[in-house]
């Protein structure tokens, strides 16, 4: 008996390792779906011609979508709220002849990059538009998990978003991602505490110190100035804007430049924020809920954060300072202009390259990016892409922080490398590590500078 | 099939009696061929399939993954890159130290709940509450309990007296370490003391008589007859749990995200981290066999030392 357990063991796992062996050595020679709807990303050698500052390949395989009918599957990433199944009903209203299902999926976005990883680079045809982060369209490109917009929309649709953003959804000369809504930093302050002290608001990072120190010092507030310092992707965001501030980039031509002047500047500011008592050391575990939380407490005069930190600031139910906020563009560093940089947020619209939609989608995909949409959406507080809509003046009825927007200035992250994930945590980590004041800011800089040239060239360690 | 084979010679043919034996025989594998159908797809290909994975370089193409044979590089570039050391070196010592307070501690608590003469069911049910917690959302809670501003421990220690200032605890590498171990310590304990606890009652009454009678004390009668009674579940939650610390990666993820830098970062979350957001494929797949290796010679060596008490727990 008992032989005959060991032999049918080994049976089975010599039967199952067979399997295996054919299944993965069948996948070299497997191919895909190449029905006439679906996507196809083969390189063409066609000229390239300068969009709204942008230099990106014509189109290949120009769709006429206006009469495109059928079922697309959205994968949406609100989550919560009525935005998704509001843009969906307007959208069948005008487009009787598409519906559109909705995928509803998880909110953290390194969860939500798993499940659509695992889903298209399976094969599946849906969904078949998605949302997806700003900072993807390198990586997704890279590996097949986004069709190239360029390629089948007329190059005048990219004319209608507002500067900076199309150039983040480009890669290798195609642009891959269509941007639905934009997310940026500002700076929000206590309008009660400033006037009880005659304070301005602060234009430059030395004045906010200043004025924060000041008002701390007299027992106006618990901590002067919070944001985010944990070990994350939030901290690359942080980061970016003080050292576009001081003149630096993290990237020159390719080439990381951590080790600059600039870059010194900014992370010396940083961790002299908490030296100095102005941020409390724990900043470098907070995120964004921590730092709003300790702000909406009552306990900070100034944070940073993305836009929807107006709202829940404004929420009675959870914050304790309604009415006493006020929301300006971030300062910059003295002799650096009138206002700081902001880095670039938001989520765009990517296409799976294995749709069987493909005028549908692309249709979906340019109703979400024409007026009525992003009305729609800033009604819901997210801020619009297009000029159209984010340049009206009409636009500061729905919240003071869409006031802002034409003053302010954007900073990309250097997310146009597929293995943009390993530069941004060798940004991060490092730079938490100076916050800490494990290593020494030069320290930091120069361990950053070399990790990041790893994974630009990503070799397999500087990559794992 | 018992009743046929009780006390008779093994080459006693009779042709029914051995075709009936054989139809049993077979009729029990055709029932066992489901289960096993699922076992193999679920569990036994995933794995061999894994192991292929490491073997090759792996690019997503529109058609799928592109398999590219190249032999152990993978692995190389894994075994050259220091982050992998380091986090094996943290995911050893982690086990090592969670595992053996937790057996400590799980030993004290079930020798106390064991003496209790009312309420011992009440105590049982809560002492098991931390394990019945979904860690995510304990995690969560710790994560609360050990913020730098407006945390609660900061906030008790403080009032004690016994700090001055407040404690970075997860930005800190030295207190995340700990900070995530005592989160651990404190959600897999009852484990360990429900099954020390079936251990204690299947010491019969009577050696406790014997011990009595000899005049033993206390601490003679745990060192003479309990503990020596007890080193099969010892051994056996010791396994249970190397097994789980070696894996652990939903603690670290939600209390620490694996910072700060990569001071909490577990071969688990390595292999996550690299799959799922760098999408390097085969090296993620290289990571997570080293991993498996590195278990199944921690258990190897674990049984080894073990191997005695274990035998004498199975009679």
């Given at each position: 008996?008992?032989?005959?357990?060991?032999?049918?063991?080994?049976?089975?796992?010599?039967?199952?390792?067979?399997?295996?062996?054919?299944?993965?050595?069948?996948?070299?020679?497997?191919?895909?779906?190449?029905?006439?709807?679906?996507?196809?990303?083969?390189?063409?050698?066609?000229?390239?011609?300068?969009?709204?500052?942008?230099?990106?390949?014509?189109?290949?395989?120009?769709?006429?979508?206006?009469?495109?009918?059928?079922?697309?599957?959205?994968?949406?990433?609100?989550?919560?709220?009525?935005?998704?199944?509001?843009?969906?009903?307007?959208?069948?209203?005008?487009?009787?002849?598409?519906?559109?299902?909705?995928?509803?999926?998880?909110?953290?976005?390194?969860?939500?990059?798993?499940?659509?990883?695992?889903?298209?680079?399976?094969?599946?045809?849906?969904?078949?538009?998605?949302?997806?982060?700003?900072?993807?369209?390198?990586?997704?490109?890279?590996?097949?998990?986004?069709?190239?917009?360029?390629?089948?929309?007329?190059?005048?649709?990219?004319?209608?978003?507002?500067?900076?953003?199309?150039?983040?959804?480009?890669?290798?000369?195609?642009?891959?991602?269509?941007?639905?809504?934009?997310?940026?930093?500002?700076?929000?302050?206590?309008?009660?505490?400033?006037?009880k002290?005659?304070?301005?608001?602060?234009?430059?990072?030395?004045?906010?110190?200043?004025?924060?120190?000041?008002?701390?010092?007299?027992?106006?507030?618990?901590?002067?100035?919070?944001?985010?310092?944990?070990?994350?992707?939030?901290l690359?965001?942080?980061?970016?804007?003080?050292?576009?501030?001081?003149g630096?980039?993290?990237?020159?031509?390719?080439?990381?430049?951590l080790?600059t002047?600039?870059?010194?500047?900014?992370?010396?500011?940083?961790?002299?924020?908490?030296t100095?008592?102005?941020?409390?050391q724990?900043?470098?575990?907070?995120?964004?809920?921590?730092?709003?939380?300790?702000?909406?407490?009552?306990?900070?005069?100034?944070?940073?954060?993305?836009?929807?930190?107006w709202?829940?600031?404004?929420?009675?139910?959870?914050?304790?300072?309604?009415?006493?906020?006020?929301?300006?563009?971030?300062?910059?560093?003295?002799?650096?202009?009138?206002?700081?940089?902001?880095?670039?947020?938001?989520?765009?619209?990517?296409l799976?390259?294995?749709?069987?939609?493909?005028?549908?989608?692309?249709?979906?995909?340019?109703?979400?990016?024409?007026?009525?949409?992003?009305?729609?959406?800033?009604?819901?507080?997210?801020?619009?892409?297009?000029?159209?809509?984010?340049?009206?003046?009409?636009?500061?009825?729905?919240?003071?922080?869409?006031?802002?927007?034409?003053?302010?200035?954007?900073?990309?992250?250097?997310?146009?490398t597929?293995?943009?994930?390993?530069?941004?945590?060798?940004?991060?980590?490092?730079?938490?590590?100076?916050?800490?004041?494990?290593?020494?800011?030069?320290?930091?800089?120069?361990?950053?500078?070399?990790?990041?040239?790893?994974?630009?060239?990503?070799?397999?360690?500087?990559?794992l | 099939?018992?009743?046929?084979?009780?006390?008779?010679?093994?080459?006693?043919?009779?042709?029914?009696?051995?075709?009936?034996?054989?139809?049993?025989?077979?009729?029990?594998?055709?029932?066992?061929?489901?289960?096993?159908?699922?076992?193999?797809?679920?569990?036994?290909?995933?794995?061999?399939?894994?192991?292929?994975?490491s073997f090759?370089?792996?690019?997503?193409?529109?058609?799928?993954?592109?398999?590219?044979?190249?032999?152990?590089?993978?692995?190389?570039?894994?075994?050259?890159?220091?982050?992998?050391?380091?986090?094996?070196?943290?995911?050893?010592?982690?086990?090592?130290?969670?595992?053996?307070?937790?057996?400590?501690?799980?030993?004290?608590?079930?020798?106390?709940?064991?003496?209790?003469e009312?309420?011992?069911?009440?105590?049982?049910?809560?002492?098991?509450?931390?394990?019945?917690?979904?860690?995510?959302?304990?995690?969560?809670?710790?994560?609360?309990?050990?913020?730098?501003?407006?945390?609660?421990?900061?906030?008790?220690?403080?009032?004690?007296?016994?700090?001055?200032?407040?404690?970075?605890?997860?930005?800190?590498?030295?207190?995340?370490?700990?900070?995530?171990?005592?989160?651990?310590?404190?959600?897999?304990?009852?484990?360990?003391?429900?099954?020390?606890?079936?251990?204690?009652?299947?010491?019969?009454?009577?050696?406790?008589?014997?011990?009595?009678?000899?005049?033993?004390?206390?601490?003679?009668?745990?060192?003479?007859?309990?503990f020596?009674?007890?080193?099969?579940?010892?051994?056996?939650?010791?396994?249970?749990?190397i097994?789980?610390?070696?894996?652990?990666?939903?603690?670290?993820?939600?209390?620490?995200?694996?910072?700060?830098?990569?001071?909490?970062?577990?071969?688990?979350?390595?292999?996550?981290?690299?799959?799922?957001?760098?999408?390097h494929?085969?090296?993620?797949a290289?990571?997570?066999?080293?991993?498996?290796?590195?278990?199944?010679?921690?258990?190897?060596?674990?049984?080894?030392?073990?191997?005695?008490?274990?035998?004498?727990?199975?009679?």
């Amino acid at each position: 008996m008992k032989n005959k357990v060991k032999r049918w063991t080994s049976v089975a796992l010599a039967s199952s390792a067979a399997a295996a062996l054919v299944v993965g050595c069948g996948q070299t020679s497997n191919t895909g779906s190449g029905a006439n709807g679906s996507a196809s990303t083969s390189p063409s050698s066609t000229t390239m011609v300068n969009v709204a500052g942008v230099r990106i390949a014509k189109p290949t395989h120009l769709v006429n979508y206006k009469n495109a009918s059928g079922t697309i599957v959205w994968a949406e990433s609100f989550t919560t709220g009525p935005t998704a199944s509001e843009l969906v009903s307007a959208f069948e209203k005008k487009f009787p002849k598409i519906k559109v299902k909705l995928q509803v999926q998880p909110s953290n976005t390194d969860t939500n990059r798993a499940d659509l990883t695992a889903s298209i680079s399976g094969g599946s045809p849906t969904p078949d538009v998605y949302m997806g982060d700003v900072i993807w369209p390198a990586q997704f490109a890279h590996n097949q998990l986004a069709a190239p917009l360029s390629d089948y929309l007329p190059t005048s649709f990219w004319t209608r978003f507002s500067n900076g953003l199309v150039a983040g959804a480009t890669y290798d000369g195609k642009v891959y991602a269509a941007p639905l809504f934009a997310d940026t930093a500002f700076l929000y302050y206590r309008k009660d505490l400033l006037a009880k002290y005659h304070l301005p608001v602060p234009k430059t990072w030395q004045q906010l110190q200043q004025e924060a120190s000041y008002i701390v010092k007299h027992g106006g507030a618990k901590y002067g100035f919070v944001w985010q310092g944990a070990d994350y992707e939030g901290l690359t965001c942080d980061f970016d804007e003080y050292l576009a501030d001081a003149g630096g980039s993290v990237l020159t031509n390719g080439k990381a430049t951590l080790d600059t002047p600039a870059a010194k500047q900014a992370l010396s500011f940083m961790r002299g924020l908490i030296t100095s008592g102005v941020t409390p050391q724990s900043v470098d575990t907070f995120q964004e809920p921590q730092s709003e939380n300790v702000f909406t407490q009552g306990n900070a005069v100034f944070l940073r954060n993305w836009s929807y930190a107006w709202s829940d600031s404004q929420n009675p139910q959870s914050s304790k300072v309604v009415g006493k906020v006020g929301v300006a563009p971030l300062p910059t560093f003295a002799g650096h202009g009138s206002s700081g940089y902001s880095t670039v947020g938001g989520w765009d619209l990517y296409l799976n390259p294995h749709t069987k939609n493909l005028a549908a989608a692309l249709q979906f995909i340019d109703w979400m990016t024409s007026p009525q949409a992003q009305e729609i959406l800033a009604a819901n507080s997210e801020m619009p892409t297009i000029k159209a809509v984010a340049d009206s003046p009409s636009l500061a009825k729905y919240s003071p922080v869409f006031a802002l927007l034409p003053k302010v200035k954007f900073v990309s992250r250097p997310s146009q490398t597929p293995n943009y994930p390993a530069v941004s945590k060798a940004i991060y980590d490092n730079v938490n590590a100076a916050l800490a004041g494990s290593v020494s800011v030069a320290q930091a800089l120069k361990d950053a500078n070399q990790q990041i040239q790893q994974a630009l060239s990503g070799s397999g360690s500087g990559g794992l | 099939m018992s009743k046929v084979m009780e006390g008779r010679p093994a080459f006693q043919t009779g042709g029914r009696r051995v075709s009936v034996v054989r139809h049993d025989a077979r009729a029990g594998v055709g029932m066992l061929t489901p289960a096993g159908v699922v076992i193999l797809a679920v569990t036994i290909f995933p794995i061999v399939y894994s192991v292929w994975m490491s073997f090759n370089n792996i690019q997503l193409t529109e058609n799928g993954f592109q398999f590219t044979f190249n032999g152990i590089q993978n692995y190389v570039d894994v075994y050259s890159a220091p982050l992998f050391w380091h986090s094996v070196w943290f995911t050893v010592y982690y086990s090592i130290v969670t595992v053996a307070i937790e057996l400590f501690l799980g030993l004290l608590i079930a020798l106390a709940i064991q003496n209790v003469e009312k309420l011992k069911s009440v105590s049982v049910v809560v002492m098991l509450i931390p394990w019945s917690l979904i860690t995510v959302i304990s995690a969560e809670m710790w994560s609360y309990i050990y913020n730098g501003v407006y945390g609660v421990l900061n906030a008790i220690l403080q009032g004690l007296g016994l700090i001055h200032s407040p404690i970075n605890w997860t930005g800190e590498p030295v207190t995340a370490v700990i900070a995530l171990m005592a989160a651990d310590i404190w959600k897999t304990t009852p484990f360990v003391v429900i099954i020390l606890l079936s251990g204690l009652q299947m010491i019969p009454k009577d050696y406790y008589e014997a011990a009595r009678i000899d005049g033993a004390n206390g601490w003679q009668t745990f060192w003479n007859v309990t503990f020596p009674q007890l080193r099969g579940s010892i051994a056996i939650a010791g396994l249970f749990r190397i097994l789980q610390a070696f894996g652990i990666f939903d603690l670290p993820f939600v209390l620490t995200q694996g910072g700060p830098g990569s001071t909490t970062t577990s071969l688990a979350m390595l292999g996550e981290e690299t799959l799922f957001t760098n999408l390097h494929f085969g090296l993620g797949a290289a990571v997570a066999v080293s991993t498996v290796i590195l278990i199944l010679g921690a258990c190897l060596i674990f049984l080894s030392a073990f191997r005695g008490m274990v035998g004498e727990e199975a009679q």
